[in-house]
């Protein structure tokens, strides 16, 4: 956490020190940026602050309760002013009188009781921590969840900017190979040899890549907005990607990898902090089958005129057993109803980790699927690029027809078009691999 609060720092004062200058972001200067000030995980982050004060609640639950409390009582209740008089040690002879006991007059007495009460033995107690200990957990891998995701999710932006800004260069090399068509076709016609619907046809296919051109401008500028709205930066601020990720180097699967990817996969530790939440509801239930003990005290001023202060002092001290013997079968619905859930839990975990070994083997076959299509993909260009080459050459000679060669060229932009969408894919499958091991943050900031 202190390198990644160094690393931001020293990444903003960078932006506010170069002013308009363009900012170089790297992968891993984009991903420590978003990991410190992103909202999701802020948001994810305090959350799990106020989900750890139940703990402190649980805790404090071990703890005596100490209240004072201040009454005014005012009455001509024959048993409420006996009482006021007994408590105010007030009481004398003339109030055993039957006209005193049965018409007295009103009284009033200011009461001031400290009370202390002590839990001694209280079997919920226990569980209840240990259910508030499990929420706080699940709440911190909510947390860990959290910035995998926006990670991740910072990474796959990252190749979107990386493979808007290849797009553009392909596309500006579709532009100058549509003009420099333009040009034959019109220098062929000026000397005769050309046809008008050729110079009239580069033109049309000049007009479609210039619109291309166009898009993948606006797409390389959404796809910018989108990363520095992910990693805290200013919509219109300058900057420019450094470093091209075309291949995220991943060990091969094994034995070793699956058991890592049980242990590190946040959709596992929670499954596993469900479960054990359904053992501890469990004792919970349980619990309400046997008695609890407290211990309890309390010191007491009475006074007829001021509050806090005492005509009379006197002190309760004591200890109190309560069992409940009988809830019209309350606890053991609550019973039962927590062996349903645990038995869900242990449900849920075994289909839980199924599926992560589903994930991570798909991720490798996925990865290994992309490098082909690369490999391929990179011969479909160098066969589209000759065969661009060999068409011009023809053209030149009239050998070919404009048609064809322009047929060739879009083969050619989509070709390279092909390529850039690959290796964006070949990289993202090797970052996938890591994402469905757990373990994308830790290797990704290495």
Known sequence: MYRLLITSAVLLL?????GAETLKLSLK????????????IKAARYSSQAVQQGVESANARYLPAVSLEETLVASNSPVNTFMMKLDEGRFTANDFGISNLNNPSAQHDFKTVLSVQQP??????????????KDAQKSELVLEAARQGTAFQ???????????????????????????????????TSIGVGLRSDELRSRTHLSMVEQQHISARNNLKLAKMKLALLIGLPEDNIYEISGFQENIAVPAISDKVVSEALENRVELKQSHADLEKSDAALRLAKSEYLPTVGAFASYQLNDKDVPFAAD?????????LKW???DGFRTNSERKRALSGQSAAREMLESATKD????????????EEAGKRLEVTRHALLDAEETVRLLTKRYENSLATLVELLDAQTALNQSRANLVETEAGYALAGGQVYYMTGTFVKEMLK
Do not use: C, H
Not at 14 to 18: E, G, I, P, T
Not at 312 to 320: L, R, Y
Not at 356 to 367: M, N, T
């Open 14 to 18: 960078s932006v506010a020190a170069a």
């Open 29 to 40: 200067d984009a991903m420590s940026m978003a990991l410190e000030s992103n909202s999701q």
């Open 120 to 133: 001694l033995f209280v079997p919920s107690l226990s569980p209840m921590k240990e259910l508030a200990v």
């Open 154 to 188: 910072v990474f796959y932006t990252y190749l979107e900017v990386q493979k808007a800004d290849a797009q553009l260069k392909v596309a500006d090399s579709a532009v100058a190979d549509a003009r420099e068509n333009m040009r034959l076709a019109t220098v062929r």
């Open 312 to 320: 009379n002092k006197t002190w309760t001290a004591g200890v109190s």
């Open 324 to 326: 409940q013997l009988f």
């Open 356 to 367: 992560v070994k589903y994930q991570l083997k798909e991720s490798y076959i996925r990865r």
